[in-house]
């Protein structure tokens, strides 16, 4: 890529990043002047801060990866920046103080981006280890089952505490899982693509490309046998049987993966109580609503009460929701800023998603398209699962809304995703090496 492309798109990335520290710093004035009547009186130190986070992250994408997209990182910062001031509009309501640890972890997460293009030179790199970071993402999987650090919360083991320190290990073995899956499919996509069967108009591929599938399949019965966490369960299996779809463009692995989804979630509903109580809430909060059905029952007031336009940031009661700060954080959105607002942040999902796969497009190798591929279908499933919990489209799974929720976990992968994003696409911004004679 020539350098006046690549100072341009350097300086609409700076732009738009300017724009979203206005918009953080806007909606923060907003809840402080609904609580007090006055502007906060931090608010010139906190715009400081997030300027100065958003002017490192952008020097060292400057440096680190020339020529990449120029709207992944402002879109991820603007979403960052509207979770910490909802969660800080929270601990109004609720008196508690989570806003100044989701700070912490947001300067954390900046230094794990930073850290991720420094170490990431190259993303093929990834690729030689594949079986390594397949093994890293299982042993990260299994780490919440350990005695002593593994911890249960709201009946899921998914948690390591050591010395007052909660971490989810879970959400950096996404990442590995996300990498192995494909370089395996890269590899084997030729195989996996072949239709040797046919049934109807489906033409099939042999029986032992469903092996994959099935195994995948069985990790993630296991991840919600012995960890009860449905959220993680989905995600693993949803994962890679898009991502196959997307390395093959063959429909029968998604109608096996939607058989084996729907036979393994009857036996789960068959024999944990826990799953059944789920599924029971979320066809009748209703019927349970002083226990279970409470949350579920409080968002869709919350959102019928935001309508379109919302009640105004800090005028509502979004402290009524229990976990509103992780769960529910949407709903928090929809009671305060309406359809109107909650469409806004969708379209930031869209934005992330809709770029992510251009990226990917825009590969020359395979497995750098179905890294960015991968990636991306990571982070609308996360969205795509959340919001249909909140919303009642389906059940309950305790996935955090990806850059809004509160929780350290999450952001930080969240932010090594973006970074592996722009790795991949400064890769293939620059013009494909003329071939020798």
Known sequence: MPPLDRRRRANTELGLLVLAVLIILCADALVGLAQSAVLPTGMATYGGAMAALALAAHLARRRLAPGADPLLLPVAFLLNGLGLVMV???DFAEASSQAPAQTVWTVVAVVVFVGTLAVVRDYRVLDRYRYLLGAAALAFLLMPLLPGIGVSVNGARIW???????FQPGEVAKLGLVAFFASYLAEKRALLTAATNRFGPLH??????????????VVSLSVLVFQTDLGLSLLVFGLFVLTLYVATGRPAYVLAGVALFAGGAFAAWSVFAHVQARVGTWLDPWAVYEGAGYQVAQSLFALGTGGVFGVGLGQGRPDIIPEVGTD????????????????ALLLCYFLLVGRGFAIAARCRDDFGQLLAAGLVILLGLQVFVILGGVTRLLPLTGLTLPFVSYGGSSLVANYALVALLLRISAANAEPAPARRP
Do not use: K, Q
């Open 160 to 166: 390591l505490r050591v010395a007052g320190f909660s």
């Open 204 to 217: 099939l591929p042999p029986a032992r490309a469903f092996g994959p599938v099935l195994a995948v399949w």
């Open 88 to 90: 800080g509009r929270l």
């Open 328 to 343: 529910f954080i949407f709903a928090a959105f929809g009671e305060e800023l309406g359809l109107l607002g909650t469409t």
